[in-house]
Structures are given as structure tokens and as C-alpha cells.
């Protein structure tokens, strides 16, 4: 069985910044793309920042230049670095990562992590 756990959000002031992390453990054969997305109650999950297994990353408009996302293959984690916070920042951050197990090597799926609380606000 395969889990991701985010850690990382919390409270911080416009301007600030914070650092996301996910982490993927268990039975894992392979990891392809990792994401981060970003949900505000009665909005729909919005895609922020995309990374490639060979490191090829994209940003949604609004966090372009604020935020980088990176990932460690060798941990099988990825990470949100997130600068100049905006109070439209705040939402429940998600991660999420296609992968294989080594139960099914050849079968790729979806896993999310369980969301950390952002909160942008003086």
C-alpha cells in the first residue's frame, strides 16, 4: 500500500513564506508526475504547480514567480516552496502523484494526499 503525507502548511502573514511537503511511502515501482493543487470552500480544486519525472515543472498564472516546486526521486518527495504569500493564497493544499506499485508495476494510478490548511491573513 502506498500513502502520500503532507506537512508544512500553517499561518503566516502577507509577504511570508512556507514550504510544502510531500512524501510517498510505501510499495512503490515508479513515480511519474507530482503536483500540487490548491481548494477554497465552494470552489473547485485548482491545479498550481506540475512537475515532470525528468524535472519539467509549470505553474498556474497566479503563482508564477512565488512559488517553485521541486522534487527528490530518491526521498520520492516533492515540495512547494511558496514566497510573497497573498491572502488569495489560502486554501487547503493537496498533493498529488501519479505512480505504480510494485504489486502492478505496469498499471499507473492517482493518489492524493490528505490536503494541509494555508492561511495567508495579517
Known amino acids: 500500500q502506498v500513502q502520500l503525507v503532507e506537512s508544512g502548511g500553517g499561518w503566516v502573514q502577507p509577504g511570508g513564506s512556507l514550504r510544502l511537503s510531500c512524501v510517498a511511502s510505501?510499495?512503490?515501482?515508479?513515480?511519474?508526475?507530482m503536483a500540487w493543487y490548491r481548494q477554497v470552500p465552494g470552489k473547485q480544486r485548482e491545479l498550481v504547480a506540475i512537475?515532470?519525472?525528468?524535472?519539467?515543472?509549470n505553474y498556474v498564472d497566479s503563482v508564477k514567480d512565488r512559488f517553485t516546486i521541486s522534487r527528490d526521486n530518491a526521498k520520492n518527495t516533492v515540495y512547494l516552496q511558496m514566497n510573497s504569500l497573498k491572502p488569495e493564497d489560502t486554501a487547503v493544499y493537496y498533493c498529488?502523484?501519479?505512480?505504480?506499485?510494485?504489486?502492478?508495476?505496469?498499471?499507473?494510478?492517482?493518489?492524493w494526499g490528505q490536503g494541509t490548511q494555508v492561511t495567508v491573513s495579517t
Open positions: 498529488n502523484v501519479d505512480l505504480a506499485d510494485t504489486h502492478y508495476p505496469d498499471e499507473e494510478y492517482e493518489l
Open positions: 510505501g510499495s512503490i515501482s515508479s513515480i511519474n508526475e
Open positions: 512537475i515532470t519525472s525528468d524535472g519539467k515543472s
